[in-house]
């Protein structure tokens, strides 16, 4: 007598759906730990803490064959000019052309990350392009000390490599050229094996390589969390609303929304400080934020209308 045949269990639909919003919370989660082991927690002078996203490796060195890249194309640019003048020139008057080159190659290879780094933007055009900028650790301002340690360095990362694999002759000038080839990886694959993906340049200068994509001015809280009432009893003059920028606002954005009282207290007291605000009496630190939120927001809107754009506190243009 034969069996019959076993009949499958209907598949429960939602045990299907169960597993899978449980992989879909599996995958979230692997990407927000991953994306956590590039983001940084900086606290600001005004005391706020704010995120920050590292620049990885592959985009630094892409913003970094984008730089090189424009740099010979200046180089071959200038080069065959100044073969083309060559022919209409004497000797002599060629041979000075030939070293003025030599002196605007020396600037140009030495100076260019320098010279572009220590501006406003604190980025170089290939770092533009990719949405970087170069920004101190401590939260403070960009020194011109910092741009010139991390870049004077780039030599020995960079050039010294490349000096020793042309190295040639005998065998012991072979065995040294391997010898400062392997020191010299040390320092070019050094952002590979840190996790904050510095460079030697970076770790000496006290900077990191951050994702800087363009600030503009987000939702205005002011209109749904500030009081009417509390703020018609402040009256910011238009120096204390320039004293901060786009960044400034957004870290006071940040303040009124996710922060404790203590910190809010803590803020409102270094912007009355920096201000030359003179607390009134039964000032709330939570209303004074709010006025000069939505005074501030206005002022920026007002200098942007008239194309005066003011990124930060130390954007004095």
């Not at 220590?118 to 741009?147: C, E, F, H, Y």
């Not at 934020?289 to 920026?300: D, N, P, Q, V």
Request: hydrophobic share 50%; aromatic share 12%; net charge positive.
């Amino acid at each position: 007598m034969t069996k019959p045949p076993l009949k499958m269990a209907p598949i429960n639909a939602t045990t299907a759906q169960s597993r899978e919003a449980a992989v879909q919370r599996r995958a979230r989660f692997a990407e927000e730990m991953r994306q956590s082991k590039t983001v940084r927690r900086l606290v600001t002078p005004e005391g706020a803490a704010i995120q920050l996203r590292l620049a990885s490796v592959a985009e630094r060195a892409g913003a970094f064959m984008i730089d090189l890249a424009i740099q010979w194309a200046i180089v071959i640019a200038t080069l065959m000019g100044l073969s083309y003048m060559g022919s209409a020139l004497s000797p002599g008057s060629a041979n000075i052309a030939f070293a003025f080159w030599l002196v605007f190659f020396f600037f140009l290879r030495n100076f260019y990350y320098i010279f572009f780094e220590i501006g406003q933007r604190g980025a170089t055009p290939g770092k533009r392009i990719l949405g970087l900028r170069v920004a101190a650790r401590d939260g403070g301002r960009l020194t011109a000390n910092s741009v010139l340690a991390r870049n004077f360095i780039r030599e020995i990362e960079i050039g010294l490599p490349f000096q020793f694999v042309l190295m040639g002759g005998d065998q012991f000038g072979a065995w040294m050229a391997l010898f400062g080839l392997l020191w010299s990886g040390v320092f070019l694959l050094f952002p590979v094996f840190n996790k904050d993906k510095m460079r030697v340049g970076d770790l000496l200068a006290g900077t990191w390589v951050i994702k800087a994509p363009k600030a503009k001015l987000m939702e205005d809280i002011a209109s749904s969390s500030a009081r009417p009432e509390a703020a018609s009893r402040f009256a910011f003059t238009p120096a204390q609303t320039d004293a901060y920028g786009i960044h400034e606002l957004h870290v006071l954005e940040d303040v009124l929304r996710q922060s404790t009282a203590e910190i809010k207290a803590q803020v409102a007291g270094r912007i009355r400080t920096k201000i030359g605000w003179s607390r009134i009496d039964g000032e709330a630190d939570v209303a004074f934020l709010e006025a000069y939120y939505a005074a501030l927001r206005k002022r920026l809107e007002q200098r942007m209308l008239l194309g005066d754009r003011k990124s930060d506190k130390f954007d004095v243009r």
